[in-house]
């Protein structure tokens, strides 16, 4: 839920760099979300104190590093903006460029993490890398149910990448970047419906 914080990042980003005017209820809204954030990144770090400080500490790191990612996926909106409104560029053609630089430097990226040893638990796979790209294959081959899981992921995440650019064009970075958080309300909600999560304790 930490991920509502884009919503204020994309907001002051697009004070400025594109000049947007924030009207009153636009920093009303904005207030109640900085409050809303702060109240589910305090009970996390808090919920996870276990008398000695160590979990808390990596909680609070944890918060500080979704924020952080939520600086660069507000710039990314503010910067779409700035170039779909500035030249003639069609979504699906912008989709299919991140796409196609995403390739390319995985394509560099996962050979090199394959030769990184990594012994964190959780992290690490079953070969001591950080990554292992034939294991991944294996298990895809092994495992049908994973390979259509991995096609549906491609689809829908393809489909939520050109709706969102669509919606930077002919819109802005800012409502993107609402609609974007409503995701997390949705999997909530989907959740709850389905039985996996509590209403209460989460």
Known sequence: ?????????????????????????????????????????????????????????????????????QLFAGGQF??????????????????????????????????????????TVGLCGDAGKVDDTTLAFHQLGEFPILLWMSFGIIVSIAAFNATGVSITKYASAAQRSTIDTSRTLLIWIVSIALGNEDWITG
Not at 12 to 33: D, E, N, P, T, W
Not at 106 to 115: E, G, K, N, R, V
């Open 78 to 119: 503010v910067v779409e903006e700035k170039l779909l409104d500035g030249y003639y560029l069609d979504p699906l053609f912008v989709v299919g460029c991140e796409g196609f630089f995403g390739l390319c430097y995985y394509c560099c990226l996962l050979p090199i993490f394959q030769q990184i040893p990594c012994t």
């Open 1 to 69: 839920m930490m991920r509502g914080a884009i919503i204020v990042i994309t907001a002051l980003m697009s004070v400025i760099f594109l000049g947007r005017k924030q009207h009153f209820h636009h920093i009303i809204s904005i207030a109640v979300i900085v409050t809303g954030v702060a109240l589910v990144g305090y009970c996390g770090i808090k919920a996870s104190d276990d008398g000695d400080g160590g979990k808390s500490k990596t909680s609070f790191f944890g918060v500080m590093v979704c924020i952080v990612s």
